[in-house]
């Protein structure tokens, strides 16, 4: 299961002529009409929906859809999945996905993320077969900015910046966090508003004011000393710093107080 949504499963669109991509994650296969809802609300309705026959893309409900929309459809021989278009992209899709995990060490339930990542970055990345333009240029007439994927890597670990509001134990606490980044939010925030994932709560959160924790000159020491694997500190507070006098006051009182027992 994914982690923070629990979702097994992953659905793909992909545009026939544009090569643009979209993830949805799942709890089960039988989600299927959520997805085509939810693509048609965030693409707008496709031409044809081309499948390869599975129960759920021909179902009843979908074929309502389908129906509303005045969207056409196409099937795929059975046990002939190479003529469906989206194969080769899911392939594309898989092999970078593992790729990315395995470079970056990022744990087994950081799958459904790291796809959407995958994904975000395969729209902006120009392709030979429309011209040498980004998908997303093909589809939509815009280039698309990726100043947001050149801060950091998948599964990085960053700080990001704590609001007065969710700090309130200042200066106990740090006003930073740290989390993993998990990808760029397109649908919160500005441009650059980023997706990460909490370390301590593994809550996901959308934050724009994110920094490296890499930089061993700009380290959160605060921070960086709690260990949330185990949701423990690693070491315990060291021991007050105490001046000379502070030193003889203490003695003399530990002096006066075995004298009067």
């Not at 809802?37 to 409900?61: K, T, Y």
Request: negative net charge.
């Amino acid at each position: 299961p994914a982690i923070f949504g629990g979702e097994t499963v992953a659905q793909l669109f992909v545009g026939r002529d544009s090569n643009v991509s979209d993830v949805y994650g799942l709890k089960s296969g039988k989600h299927f009409v959520n997805s085509l809802q939810d693509n048609i609300r965030h693409r707008g309705a496709m031409d044809r929906l081309l499948s390869d026959r599975a129960q759920v893309d021909v179902s009843e409900r979908v074929q309502d859809i389908l129906r509303a929309y005045a969207i056409g459809d196409w099937q795929s021989e059975p046990y002939h999945q190479h003529q469906n278009f989206a194969e080769n992209r899911y392939e594309t899709v898989k092999e970078a996905t593992n790729r990315v995990m395995d470079r970056h060490g990022a744990p087994p339930e950081a799958w459904l993320l790291c796809v959407e990542y995958v994904v975000y970055v395969l729209n902006r990345t120009a392709h030979k077969t429309i011209g040498g333009i980004t998908p997303l240029q093909f589809l939509t007439g815009r280039v698309p900015d990726i100043s947001a994927l050149l801060r950091f890597r998948f599964w990085q670990l960053v700080y990001y910046k704590v609001d007065e509001e969710e700090c309130k134990d200042w200066p106990s606490a740090s006003t930073e966090r740290l989390a993993w980044f998990a990808g760029i939010s397109d649908s919160v925030g500005n441009a650059m508003t980023m997706k990460l994932i909490n370390c301590e709560t593994r809550a996901e959160i959308f934050r724009s004011r994110v920094r490296s924790a890499d930089e061993s000159a700009e380290r959160n020491l605060r921070v960086d000393q709690n260990d949330f694997s185990s949701g423990e500190s690693e070491s315990t507070p060291p021991s007050l710093l105490r001046s000379k006098t502070e030193k003889e006051a203490e003695a003399l009182k530990n002096a006066t107080a075995d004298a009067l027992n």
